[in-house]
């Protein structure tokens, strides 16, 4: 019998040890939990590009036409080209809307029926008097964001030197009777400067 109240009085010891550190540590250890919810607010970058003024965000082509500037030439007909011709025009770049660094580039994209000897040669940037060589019929520069106004002059020559020209004199007559006008092709990609 005595082992018997050893054995119960073991087991409500136990039993009471048990609840007693339970309670201690519902106590002292206590499980904080809280919710809360919150937001990230960003401002998403501007993309907001005009080129000679129309807004180019959600358009393929311009809608005006870019406006060339011959030089005068006492031997050639006012506003007209001929062989050894010159000129320029102007692509005026708006971005004080976009928000990140972007990078142009303008490609003079010939298709095999345009003169081929009509050329984009030099580039200046901003009336800055310093003219820089195009190569390859591609002009690419990197702007930083959010630029009032980058103003480009493309000078273009209709060149006739015998060691550049890609057309000889027979080929110059022969698409000025097949044509009365031509054209420079332009490709103007815009594309944002990753890190």
């Known amino acids: 019998m005595k082992k018997r109240k050893?054995?119960?009085?073991?087991?409500?010891?136990?039993?009471?040890?048990?609840?007693s550190i339970t309670y201690l540590f519902q106590t002292s250890y206590a499980k904080y939990r809280k919710q809360l919810e919150g937001e990230l607010n960003a401002t998403i970058a501007s993309w907001l590009i005009k080129v000679n003024n129309e807004d180019i965000t959600q358009s393929r082509t311009l809608e005006n036409e870019i406006i060339p500037v011959f030089d005068t030439n006492p031997y050639v007909k006012e506003n007209t080209i001929a062989p050894g011709s010159t000129g320029y025009f102007d692509i005026i770049i708006e971005t004080v809307n976009v928000d990140v660094d972007y990078n142009v580039e303008i490609v003079d994209s010939k298709?095999?029926?345009?003169?081929?000897?009509?050329?984009?040669k030099q580039y200046e940037l901003n009336d800055s008097g310093t003219r820089i060589d195009i190569t390859d019929h591609t002009f690419s520069k990197d702007f930083t964001k959010n630029t009032e106004q980058t103003k480009i002059r493309f000078y273009f020559v209709w060149d006739?030197?015998?060691?550049?020209?890609?057309?000889?004199?027979?080929?110059?007559?022969?698409?000025q009777l097949d044509n009365?006008?031509?054209?420079?092709?332009?490709?103007?990609?815009?594309?944002?400067k990753n890190s």
């Open 6 to 19: 050893d054995l119960t009085f073991i087991m409500i010891f136990f039993l009471t040890l048990c609840l």
């Open 180 to 192: 009365e006008t031509t054209k420079i092709s332009l490709a103007i990609q815009f594309k944002q």
């Open 160 to 175: 006739d030197d015998e060691a550049t020209q890609t057309m000889n004199n027979q080929d110059d007559t022969s698409y």
């Open 111 to 120: 298709e095999a029926t345009d003169l081929q000897d009509f050329v984009l």
